[in-house]
């Protein structure tokens, strides 16, 4: 199994300042194969970037994702009051299907 | 639009059976794979399987063998998953999700809401 570790676990930031987000695998991941989500409290996920950098539609293009191998990236560029959520990695290349274990981003 | 509109909160004694539904609307049910997901308190989500609605198909987290069924009913576009034997740490979010693929990704473009299942005595 996949293990997925977040970094960190939560993120104090204000708006306007730049977010970014570690997801380490315990293994290689090819890129096509890492996914990013949002959760707000009380909502299900949202996706937000695929193949490791491919914006989902209707994603504003101050989030964007790199990386490859083992280690992934998403970037927030200027957090938008909106942005204050927990996000998730996934990766959708091998079963079991695993989730890292999110980071909290929160309002400073 | 897509919808996925899951069946509501439930509250199960331990060693119970629960059911979820999943209802799609607004694209083709047999088109897209179901997948389900939990999250329980304070844990990260959880792969438990996936469905092909077409054919009934189903792959099973090894976790959950032997007391996980998934199955669906196309003539109501519903997809179902049944949880049996049911223990306090079951106590989570279960949320079923349909998958896009875009080769050679796949991911989860449409969540349902999210159903709460309790299980205590």
């Known amino acids: 199994e996949i293990v997925l570790t977040q970094s960190p676990g939560t993120l104090s930031l204000s708006p306007g300042e730049r977010a970014t987000l570690s997801c380490r695998a315990s293994q290689s991941v090819s890129n096509s194969y890492l996914v990013w989500y949002q959760q707000k409290p009380g909502q299900a996920p949202r996706l937000l970037i695929y193949?490791?950098?491919i914006r989902a539609t209707g994603i504003p293009d101050r989030f964007s994702g790199s990386g490859s191998g083992t280690d992934f990236t998403l970037s927030i560029s200027r957090l938008e009051p909106e942005d204050f959520a927990v996000y998730f990695c996934q990766q959708y290349g091998y079963l079991p299907l695993t989730f890292g274990q999110g980071t909290r981003l929160d309002i400073k | 639009q897509v919808q996925l509109v899951q069946s509501g909160t439930e509250v199960k004694k331990p060693g119970a059976s629960m059911k979820v539904s999943c209802q799609a609307s607004g694209y083709t049910f047999t088109g897209y794979h179901i997948h389900w997901v939990r999250q329980a308190p304070g844990q990260r989500l959880e792969w438990m399987g996936w469905i092909n609605p077409s054919s009934g198909g189903t792959n099973y987290a090894q976790k959950f063998q032997g007391r996980i069924t998934m199955t669906r009913d196309t003539s109501i576009r519903t997809a179902y998953m049944e949880l049996s034997r049911l223990r306090s740490d079951d106590t989570a979010v279960y949320y079923c999700?349909?998958?896009?693929?875009?080769?050679?990704?796949?991911?989860?473009?449409?969540w349902g809401q999210g159903t709460l299942v309790t299980v205590s005595s």
């Open positions: 999700a349909r998958v896009y693929c875009s080769s050679p990704s796949c991911y989860y473009d449409y």
């Open positions: 193949g490791a950098s």
